[in-house]
């Protein structure tokens, strides 16, 4: 049961197993003290959950059900009907009466929600420290920093207490966490999941975000959650998959020259040992200049798009400043230093170093990057909270 994939579970109910039994299982395998939860849902909710799910079965039957009884983990910025929604704030917290879209898509495909997870408050943050309910842990070393801001979602996947989880991504929230923890994250194109019940970041940038154990998962969770909801501004169709082009048997991954790692021989080492088993595999990995990356990197950490983060809760900022997390706060509240100014230029030259960038990519089928420079240990991100975690976005 721990570890379980989708797969396994739907073999469960198939060989008799019933989401009662093996859901009251699961709960009595959970940790009791664990911070990668914020909430769990008690015995009545997941009670309410499974009745609505056997009213499903009647209407259609467990086979046209996908996620049959399959447990999943929310991240605590997206809403689920009658659990709080704190976004990692106790103060800023309201019980939803309505499912985030994105949710109801796979609570309708059968799936339970089992828990509400951690992150880095107001999904600000790539180090999952930045939480009055406490830093999560990496899953393979409690000392290590689990990555954030989705740290919770990626905890309870990487040490299968269930098989999938969602986050969300604005830059680099939802794969981060997944690199440091040895799991699939998936950050889908932008507008391909519904925000709709989704406390924004960014509001321009944000992606929910899906963590497995494999790609196989991930893709099955994300072809049920996926569809244009006319309530999102942002929300898009998908194009037809006759347009999506498969790769060449012998693809170009185009790869930073000079990576950076800061010193970490270990994770410069793993680098070279996925280059090399890329070749083993019949790939052709082309050295590119990422400089240009960087700067679009500068501008969103350094740049007037935080303003985006203080539009988010700007009445509830101003009206009790002292409930948000110290480094949050101070990176929120530097938003009112830009001016509209500031924005149309940043603007601009984002869209110049678009160009650049297509001009760089056309030569090359997809890139292959370091999914971050190197693990931090938790003391080390409270020390330098700030320098630290923006070389987790390079």
Known sequence: MIGWTIANWLAA?????????????????????????????????????IAALDMRVKAVGATALPLYGVPFAVKDNIDVAGLPTTAGCPEFAYTPQRNAYVVERLVQAGAIVIGKTNLDQFATGLVGT?????????????????GGSSSGSASVVARGLVPFSLGTDTAGSGRVPAGLNNI???????GALSNTGVVPACR????????????????????????????????????????????????????????????????????????EKMTEFGAHCVPLDFALFDQVAALLYDGP????RYAAIRAFAEKQ????????????????????TDAFEAMYRLGDLKRQ??????????????????????????????????????
């Not at 893709?219 to 347009?243: G, L, T």
């Open 357 to 394: 960038a297509d001009a760089l990519i056309v030569q090359v089928d997809a890139l292959l990057v370091p999914t971050l420079p190197r693990p931090y240990r938790i003391a080390e991100v409270e020390a330098d909270p700030v320098r630290l975690n923006s070389q987790n976005g390079k």
């Open 13 to 49: 109910y198939k060989e008799g197993g019933t989401p009662q039994m093996l859901l009251e299982r699961l709960a009595k395998l959970l940790p009791a003290q664990d911070k990668a939860w914020i909430t769990l849902a008690d015995h009545a909710h997941i009670g309410r959950q």
């Open 130 to 146: 930045r939480s009055p309910y406490g830093a999560v842990p990496n899953a393979f070393n409690p000392e290590i920093i689990s």
């Open 305 to 308: 798009w935080v303003a985006e």
């Open 321 to 340: 400043p002292d409930a948000i997390h110290p480094v949050v706060r101070d990176i929120i509240f530097r938003a009112r230093e830009f001016s509209a």
């Open 204 to 275: 321009s940038l944000d992606c929910i975000s899906i963590f497995a154990t494999s790609v196989d998962d991930a893709q099955a969770v994300f072809a049920i959650a996926a569809a244009n909801d006319e309530a999102d501004a942002f929300s898009r169709k998908a194009p037809p998959e006759s347009e999506i082009a498969a790769l060449p048997l012998r693809p170009r991954l185009g790869i930073p020259s000079l990576p950076e790692f800061y010193a970490d021989a270990q994770s410069e080492q793993s680098w070279h040992a996925a280059l």
């Open 184 to 190: 699939v994250g998936l950050k889908p194109t932008r």
